[in-house]
């Protein structure tokens, strides 16, 4: 073979390789990018509520009685958190009002 047969060859195996590539797989679009994000995040998500949904199920029983667990365990940080956000929300709505019992009944018994 002549010197310039395999230059030829080698030329045209390299164009065919980067037809290849440039014919291959694209690059994803942002919302596949985004996809996979929320995907990953939800998957750490649900393994970090496993992990710590029984410590705070512990909490709960010592917090709320009577405690009632979930009939379904929880798989985001929002029912997880759930107890404590309504313990929260009554104590802000409870809050106002009791000041002003104590205050009337100051008013009443001077």
Partial sequence: MHKSTIIS??????????????LGP??????E????????????????????APK?????????YPYTPPSKPPETLGELFLPV??????????TPS???KAEQGAAANP
Wanted: aromatic share 4%; net charge positive.
């Fill in 9 to 22: 060859v080698f030329a045209v195996i390299l164009a065919v390789i980067a037809l290849v590539i440039s």
């Fill in 26 to 31: 694209r690059n994803p679009s942002q919302a």
């Fill in 33 to 52: 990018i985004d996809k996979l994000i929320d995907a990953g995040l939800q998957r750490k998500e649900r393994q970090y509520v496993q992990i710590l």
């Fill in 56 to 64: 705070m199920e512990k909490i709960y029983k010592d917090m709320i």
């Fill in 85 to 94: 956000i309504k313990i929260v929300n009554s104590l802000q709505t409870d």
């Fill in 98 to 100: 009791q000041p002003q």
